[in-house]
């Protein structure tokens, strides 16, 4: 069933929507604007002491939903696929001090070699990082992507095969992070969440839309109420496999970029009311 979303307890915005905000401007502005939940891309910790950061959230009562991104595991060079396992502990390790429990995970791809072989590398990385997750409190989140990025960002790119591979893993610090604008064109996405739900490996909602046409395939993301998915239906399957977490925002957009941030995140509040 689909409600309408009537105030802005369940709106989180990821930082690289507004990408051109420091960490500190995020989480001022956003606060400001009435959103208490964030989620981190790693790039706005580059700058800043972890320690600082927390406190940054802390100050403001910003709750952090999750750290973007870790996975790029695949690869047919060892030594890389070393590197990333080194990379996500250190993404564990970053969300863990900055109160994250999750983090989400962009799987990768190597066209090198088969998708098979991808996943199989994918699959065999996150088992590896099980126990530092474990030990660190924070769960790893696969996010199936679109299909169009099954050369290079993603060997996983239906909601039936992230939930294959997090049943085959089955562990409680493994799940799964539903972006629409990755999965909406998917015949069996309904199933698939109720599976994914029922399988208690729903652990994130994230929103924007499909722009027609999509002129970029990274950063031509819509807003939700841009474009042609239909999030209110999707968001009402997710509530209904038993989600209440939090709708994240998540706008990769070179022509909102180029916008006036504090505008924008009253265009995000409108869209999120209207189309979400
Ligand atoms: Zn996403």
């Not at 989480?27 to 939940?37: N, T």
């Not at 002129?215 to 841009?226: A, E, K, P, V, W």
């Amino acid at each position: 069933m689909t409600s309408t979303l009537s105030d802005y307890s369940k709106l989180c915005v990821h930082t690289f929507t507004t990408k051109p905000w420091n960490l500190k401007q995020c989480v001022e502005y956003y606060s400001r604007a009435g959103i208490q939940a964030i989620t981190i891309w790693r790039n706005v910790l580059e700058n800043i002491e972890l320690k600082d950061a927390k406190a940054i959230l802390d100050d403001y009562g910003m709750i952090t939903v999750s750290i973007a991104r870790g996975g790029f595991f695949p690869s047919t060079e060892e030594k890389l696929r070393l590197e990333a396992i080194d990379d996500n502990k250190l993404a564990i390790d970053q969300a863990a001090a900055v109160g994250a429990p999750s983090l989400v995970l962009v799987c990768g791809a190597d066209g090198r070699q088969s998708l098979e072989t991808s996943r199989d590398q994918i699959k065999e990385a996150i088992i590896k990082l099980l126990p530092h997750a474990k030990a660190s409190g924070v769960k790893l989140a696969i996010e199936p992507l679109h299909p169009m990025y099954a050369g290079d960002r993603s060997a996983i790119n239906t909601l039936a095969q992230a939930n294959d591979m997090a049943e085959e893993i089955n562990s409680d610090y493994v799940g799964i992070a539903v972006d629409v604008y990755h999965l909406w064109w998917d015949p069996n996405l309904e199933q698939e969440i109720k599976r994914c739900g029922r399988n208690g490996n729903l652990l994130a909602f994230h929103v924007c839309d499909w722009n027609v046409p999509t002129i970029d395939f990274l950063n031509d993301r819509g807003l939700m109420g841009d474009g042609c998915i239909n999030i209110p239906r999707i968001r009402g399957w997710v509530e209904d496999a038993g989600f209440t977490g939090f709708n994240e925002v998540e706008v990769f957009s070179t022509k909102y970029w180029a916008t006036d941030q504090k505008d924008y995140l009253e265009l995000i509040k409108n869209a999120y009311l209207k189309y979400t």
